[in-house]
């Protein structure tokens, strides 16, 4: 299954990823010994048998170029070049080939490189073939500055994953998407925020929080490949339970449970948020690598945390408890409260209104609220028959929003004038729908996960309904749609 997925914006990765940088032997079993470590090493036989060559075949191919420069004579067909064959031949002296202490070049570097049985043999293809994959493999790991990528948090066969992939559109309307890396995470992934804020301080890098089943959030750098530590673990257990009815130890500011939701504030670059079924939402100081604030004003977890865009002192929080706060960072004070109709499953600021918000509720519901009036709700609709998991504004189109469900179903939504209507709704086949994201590149491109864990994306320009409402909106044509569906299921 795909509980999140999260766009990285264009530009940000480095053209080809480096790959870290191997453990000692020590840190590797310490790794081994703390679960960490699952990937299972690729086996090196093959290259080795690439790389060696067979001498007895090789010997007995060069006893016959001789015998054949030899013939050529006897026939009358000697020439100097014929006799200087022969003799080059001879001069290897193949009776005592197996004394030769170092290794021996078959032929010489002038007309003997004529006789080589095969290519196979020839060291001169042998390096051509070997630039060729080399070449292949740079371009394989190249990250171009006009490719997709998306984050993809998987759970598969007991195997967490964070996934990069790589999404790739072609001028003829082709696309394409495949795994370019991913990093075996330790427990369940729940949550992602894509950051660019370096832990370490100095310039501005590709990293993703992840938050978990556990109490810890990992910070990944996603420009380095093979890599198995994060550069930062904030929270945390900090020593194993040893004695069974023992307590956990936790880290200095740490959470006590899982961590359902994450937000990064993109004005205040070192800030995370994150809301955790302890039933409190902490802020994070990653350039200092701790929690700075503990906010415990919600009675049950909290399911989702969300910055407001205009004013970065301002998060909304939601939870279980049937109430969105939200929170003046400034003075640590709740600044307005709203009470919901169902526990809150996710929240966002819509992108051209910085006084609306959308929330979205497990009953099926979605309720749109304005952050200076705490009252009732602008608009409630009923979108869905099911919980209503995950909701996304389109960065280019005033009003337009895509909702996702646990009924396997994905809608698209003109709510102008507080007035939503549908415009398309689809069954992508991503099973139940658990997480979706509009790109900020391509504002209507659309990235879907659900519990069949296939990451799918859907151009929703391709909806006759959206083009017509919000087609003025895309700088583009509309491309062909990369999930057709004619008979959704039921």
């Not at 999140?4 to 081994?32: D, H, I, R, T």
């Not at 559109?169 to 991913?182: A, I």
């Not at 994905?410 to 790109?439: E, H, M, R, Y």
Request: with cysteine; charged share 30%.
């Amino acid at each position: 299954m795909i509980s999140a997925v999260s766009w990285v914006p264009k530009g940000s990765s480095k053209y080809v990823p480096e790959v870290a940088e191997q453990l000692s032997k020590e840190e590797m079993e310490e790794l081994g010994r703390t679960g960490a470590l699952n990937r299972s090493g690729d086996s090196e036989d093959e290259e080795q048998d690439e790389e060696e060559m067979d001498v007895d075949t090789s010997k007995d191919e060069v006893l016959k170029a001789m015998a054949t420069a030899e013939a050529l004579n006897k026939e009358g067909k000697s020439s100097s070049s014929l006799l200087d064959i022969s003799q080059s031949l001879r001069d290897l002296d193949m009776d005592h080939y197996d004394d030769e202490d170092d290794g021996i070049e078959l032929f010489s570097s002038g007309l003997g490189d004529l006789y080589y049985p095969s290519n196979d043999m020839d060291p001169h293809l042998k390096k051509e073939e070997n630039d060729e994959e080399d070449e292949e493999e740079m371009e394989d790991l190249t990250i171009k500055p006009t490719d997709s990528v998306i984050l993809c948090a998987r759970n598969e066969d007991e195997v967490n994953l964070l996934e990069v992939c790589i999404f790739e559109e072609s001028e003829d309307g082709e696309t394409n998407m495949y795994v370019h890396h991913d990093v075996i995470l330790p427990a369940f992934p729940l949550a992602l925020a894509w950051m660019d804020c370096r832990p370490q301080g100095g310039e501005k890098g590709n990293f993703v929080a992840v938050g978990m089943m556990d109490p810890a959030i990992e910070i990944w750098d996603l420009d380095l490949i093979d890599e198995v530590q994060p550069v930062l673990t904030l929270g945390g257990v900090s020593k194993k339970k040893k004695q069974k009815g023992k307590k956990k130890k936790y880290k200095k500011g740490s959470h006590r449970g899982s961590v359902l939701g994450l937000a990064w504030n993109k004005e205040v670059r070192n800030v995370i948020a994150s809301a955790s079924e302890d039933k409190t939402v902490k802020i994070w100081d990653v350039a200092q690598e701790k929690c700075v604030v503990t906010l415990e004003h919600h009675t049950d977890k909290v399911q989702s945390v969300a910055w407001s865009r205009s004013s970065p002192e301002l998060l909304l929080t939601g939870s279980f408890d049937k109430f969105v706060a939200l929170m003046d960072m400034k003075s640590n004070n709740e600044s307005a409260r709203w009470q919901v109709e169902a526990d809150v499953e996710n929240l966002v600021w819509d992108p051209h209104n910085e006084h609306a918000f959308i929330v979205s509720l497990e009953n099926g519901t979605v309720q749109c609220f304005d952050k200076r009036a705490a009252s009732k709700p602008t608009f409630t609709l009923h979108a869905h028959e099911k919980a209503v998991c995950s909701v996304s504004f389109c960065p280019s189109a005033p009003n337009f929003l895509a909702t996702g469900s646990m009924d396997k179903m994905v809608k698209l939504w003109d709510i102008s004038n507080n007035q939503p209507s549908c415009v398309a709704a689809q069954n992508i086949k991503a099973g139940a729908i658990f997480t979706i994201s509009f790109s900020d590149d391509n504002p209507f491109l659309l990235a879907i996960g659900g519990s069949k864990g296939k990451l799918q994306v859907w151009d929703t320009l391709t909806e006759q309904g959206v083009a017509n409402k919000f087609g003025k909106y895309s700088n583009s044509k509309p491309k062909i749609d990369l999930n057709p569906n004619p008979n959704p299921e039921p």
